[in-house]
């Protein structure tokens, strides 16, 4: 998210300590350590956190992917990526955070009802890998598939990600405040 869009959501923030129940442990422990601020809206049915996007660095490629609540805590738990998601797409940039954003406000549409957008940063040089394995373009952003019906990049990824070469930070979580719902 552009960072005057971010200031301007923080600016039309409304408390929401009483929703704080909601949240599950790992979030409300991003929120409380402040690596995740509320930008919840009046009249919101929702809980939104959020932080912006990391500053590239030398040699590594940010890709963000939406993602539901099982795969999220799979990996706050495991530090890497289950394999459970058919294509398990990671979307490459700022135009991968605006496509990963749509799973979360409706445009876009998936079984697996993502909660939750996580930012990578990888090694640049593993991401035009894994483009030259799968990639594909939607909605104006590159996409790369590492699920056992895309490019199959999921054992290449975790395993940078157990080195330590490829890290990731939960940038944007939205959690409904209807009791129903979680």
């Not at 009046?42 to 912006?52: D, Q, R, V, Y």
């Not at 495991?78 to 797409?89: D, M, R, V």
Request: aromatic fraction near 8%.
């Amino acid at each position: 998210m552009a960072e005057s869009n971010f200031q301007n959501a923080l600016s039309k923030a409304v408390p929401i300590n009483g929703w704080l129940k909601r949240l599950l442990p790992h979030e409300r422990e991003l929120y409380e350590s402040g690596q995740l601020q509320n930008i919840t809206h009046h009249g919101s049915s929702s809980i939104w956190l959020e932080a912006p996007s990391s500053l590239p660095q030398p040699e590594k490629t940010l890709v963000y992917r939406p993602m539901g609540d099982t795969e999220v805590i799979y990996l706050v738990e495991h530090g890497e990526l289950p394999a459970t998601q058919s294509y398990q797409a990671i979307i490459e940039d700022e135009n991968g955070r605006l496509y990963s954003n749509k799973y979360l406000t409706g445009p876009k549409y998936v079984a697996t009802h993502p909660t939750t957008i996580v930012e990578f940063c990888a090694p640049t040089e593993l991401i035009e890998a894994l483009k030259k394995i799968q990639m594909k373009v939607e909605d104006g952003a590159l996409s790369m598939g590492l699920g056992h019906k895309a490019g199959k990049g999921l054992p290449l990824f975790n395993e940078s990600m157990r080195k330590g070469d490829t890290t990731f930070r939960i940038v944007k979580i939205k959690r409904s405040k209807d009791k129903q719902k979680q």
